[in-house]
T-cell receptor, first 114, second 115 residues
Framework: TQLLEQSPQFLSIQEGENLTVYCNSS?????LQWYRQEPGEGPVLLVT?????EVKKLKRLTFQFGDARKDSSLHITAAQPGDTGLYLC??????????????FGAGTQVVVTP | ETGVTQSPTHLIKTRGQQVTLRCSSQ?????VSWYQQALGQGPQFIFQ???????GRGNFPPRFSGLQFPNYSSELNVNALELDDSALYLC??????????????FGPGTRLTVL
C-alpha cells in the first residue's frame, strides 16, 4: 500500500510539450523528494523540498511543495526524450527515528517521443 | 567520491532457498536503508541500519534480516524465498551529519528472480 498517490500513472507526450506529475497524501511530511528511475537502475535524486509552499527549479523542471506539506508537483517544460523515465516521489517523516525511511509513491511513467 | 554499489546485479533462486545481497555505502555515509521494489511499484522500506544496529523496520517478515559492518557496508538476507520475493532490491545510503535534508542516494539495485 502506497501512502503517497501519484497521478497520472502513465504519461506519453511529444517532444516539446509540457507535463505535470502530481504527488498527494493525507499525511504531512517533513520533506519530500523527487527521483527519476530508468529501467534496471536505482532511483536518482532530483530535488528535496522541505518548506511548505516552496518552489525549486532545476533547468526545465519545476518542483512545488504544497503549503500544508501533504502534496507536491513536478512540472517539465518543453520535454525532451531524455526526460523519459519513472518519476517517484518520496516523503520523509518528522521524528528523528524516521530518518532515511521514506514512503514512496508508485511512480509516474513518462515517455517522451521525438 | 564513490557512489553506492550493490552486488550481485542479477540473481536467480528457487523457492525455499536463501539469498544474501550486498551493499557498499557512499563514502562518508553511516546509514544504509534497504527497499524492495516490485514490478510497477514504488520502493517499499524494508529496514535501516545505523552504526551497525537496526534502526527501524517496515512491514516485512522476520525472514528478511540484515547486517551492517564497521565500514558501513551492509547485507540483506532473505530466508525461505517465496515467489513474491521476486523484485529489485535497492539500498540507499545517507548520513544524518552531512545532510539536513534527509537525503539518501541509491545504488543500482539487485534484480532477484525466484522460480
Amino acid at each position: 500500500t502506497q501512502l503517497l498517490e501519484q497521478s497520472p500513472q502513465f504519461l506519453s507526450i511529444q517532444e516539446g510539450e509540457n507535463l505535470t506529475v502530481y504527488c498527494n497524501s493525507s499525511s504531512v511530511f517533513s520533506s519530500l523528494q523527487w527521483y527519476r528511475q530508468e529501467p534496471g537502475e536505482g532511483p536518482v535524486l532530483l530535488v528535496t523540498v522541505v518548506t511548505g509552499g516552496e518552489v525549486k527549479k532545476l533547468k526545465r523542471l519545476t518542483f512545488q511543495f504544497g503549503d500544508a506539506r501533504k502534496d507536491s508537483s513536478l512540472h517539465i517544460t518543453a520535454a525532451q526524450p531524455g526526460d523519459t523515465g519513472l518519476y517517484l516521489c518520496a516523503g520523509g517523516g518528522w521524528a528523528t527515528d524516521s530518518w532515511g525511511k521514506f514512503q514512496f509513491g508508485a511512480g509516474t511513467q513518462v515517455v517522451v517521443t521525438p | 567520491e564513490t557512489g553506492v554499489t550493490q552486488s550481485p546485479t542479477h540473481l536467480i533462486k528457487t523457492r525455499g532457498q536463501q539469498v544474501t545481497l550486498r551493499c557498499s555505502s557512499q563514502s562518508g555515509h553511516n546509514t544504509v536503508s534497504w527497499y524492495q521494489q516490485a514490478l510497477g511499484q514504488g520502493p517499499q522500506f524494508i529496514f535501516q541500519y545505523y552504526r551497525e544496529e537496526e534502526n527501524g523496520r517496515g512491514n516485512f517478515p522476520p525472514r528478511f534480516s540484515g547486517l551492517q559492518f564497521p565500514n558501513y557496508s551492509s547485507e540483506l538476507n532473505v530466508n525461505a524465498l517465496e515467489l513474491d520475493d521476486s523484485a529489485l532490491y535497492l539500498c540507499a545510503s545517507s548520513s544524518p551529519s552531512s545532510s539536513v535534508y534527509n537525503e539518501q542516494f541509491f545504488g543500482p539495485g539487485t534484480r532477484l528472480t525466484v522460480l
